[in-house]
T-cell receptor, first 110, second 115 residues
Framework: DAKTTQPPSMDCAEGRAANLPCNHSTISGNEYVYWYRQIHSQGPQYIIHGLKNNETNEMASLIITEDRKSSTLILPHATLRDTAVYYCIVRAEYGNKLVFGAGTILRVKS | NAGVTQTPKFQVLKTGQSMTLQCAQDMNHEYMSWYRQDPGMGLRLIHYSVGAGITDQGEVPNGYNVSRSTTEDFPLRLLSAAPSQTSVYFC??????????????FGPGTRLTVL
C-alpha cells in the first residue's frame, strides 16, 4: 500500500472550511484514497473515499489531483464537533487492509 | 442495525491472565478485523477474517488468537496478558473482503490495561 504524508496538526475557525491535505506520491492506478476520522479515542469513522474523480457526500468533499499524487479533504463548514484526528489512507484494490499513519489533528476553534 | 459492538468497554488484567474480547456485527459482513491503538499512534492490524472459518494474521499478531465460527462473531483471545498489550482494541467489519471500494465500520473499542 502506498505511504501517505499528512501535516501533524491544523487549526480552523468554526464555520470556516477546513482543508486537510494528503500526499500519496507513490499511489498506483488501482488504489483508492480513503479518509477516516477519530474523535477522542472513539472508533474511527468513515468519511469519504475516491479513486480518480472528486467526490462529495453529506460530510465532506474529496479533491484528488489529476496525477493522483495528492488529495484534499474539505469540511465545508467546520464545527467544534469536527475536532478529531483525520487519517488519509491509500488502499489496494483487492483486500481490506487499512494502514493507519499518525494522521492530522484538526482543532476547530470558536 | 446495532452495527459493530464490542464488549467489555474496559478491562484490567494481571500479567499472565487470559481473556477474550468480544466483537459482533449484525450487518452480514464477510470481513472482520481487529486493530490495536497505542497512545498517540495510529491503528495496527492484529488479525482479520474474510469469512466464517477463515482467519489470517495482520501486522502484530503475536500473543493473540482469533477464530470465526459464525459470520456475526469474531472474538480476540489474549493467551497470557503482558503489560505491552495495554492498549485500545478496535474491531471492524465490511461487507466484502475483496473490494477496496467497500468501507469498514468500526466498533467503539475496548480499553485494556495489563498490570
Amino acid at each position: 500500500d502506498a505511504k501517505t504524508t499528512q501535516p501533524p496538526s491544523m487549526d480552523c475557525a468554526e464555520g470556516r472550511a477546513a482543508n486537510l491535505p494528503c500526499n500519496h506520491s507513490t499511489i498506483s492506478g488501482n488504489e483508492y484514497v480513503y479518509w477516516y476520522r477519530q474523535i477522542h479515542s472513539q472508533g474511527p469513522q468513515y468519511i469519504i473515499h475516491g479513486l480518480k474523480n472528486n467526490e462529495t457526500n453529506e460530510m465532506a468533499s474529496l479533491i484528488i489531483t489529476e496525477d493522483r499524487k495528492s488529495s484534499t479533504l474539505i469540511l465545508p463548514h467546520a464545527t467544534l464537533r469536527d475536532t478529531a484526528v483525520y487519517y488519509c489512507i491509500v488502499r489496494a484494490e483487492y483486500g481490506n487492509k487499512l494502514v493507519f499513519g499518525a494522521g492530522t489533528i484538526l482543532r476547530v476553534k470558536s | 442495525n446495532a452495527g459493530v459492538t464490542q464488549t467489555p468497554k474496559f478491562q484490567v488484567l494481571k500479567t499472565g491472565q487470559s481473556m477474550t474480547l468480544q466483537c459482533a456485527q449484525d450487518m452480514n459482513h464477510e470481513y472482520m478485523s481487529w486493530y490495536r491503538q497505542d497512545p498517540g499512534m495510529g491503528l495496527r492490524l492484529i488479525h482479520y477474517s474474510v469469512g466464517a472459518g477463515i482467519t489470517d494474521q495482520g501486522e502484530v499478531p503475536n500473543g493473540y488468537n482469533v477464530s470465526r465460527s459464525t459470520t456475526e462473531d469474531f472474538p480476540l483471545r489474549l493467551l497470557s496478558a503482558a503489560p505491552s498489550q495495554t492498549s485500545v482494541y478496535f474491531c471492524a467489519s465490511s461487507r466484502f473482503w475483496q473490494r477496496a471500494s467497500d468501507t469498514q465500520y468500526f466498533g467503539p473499542g475496548t480499553r485494556l490495561t495489563v498490570l
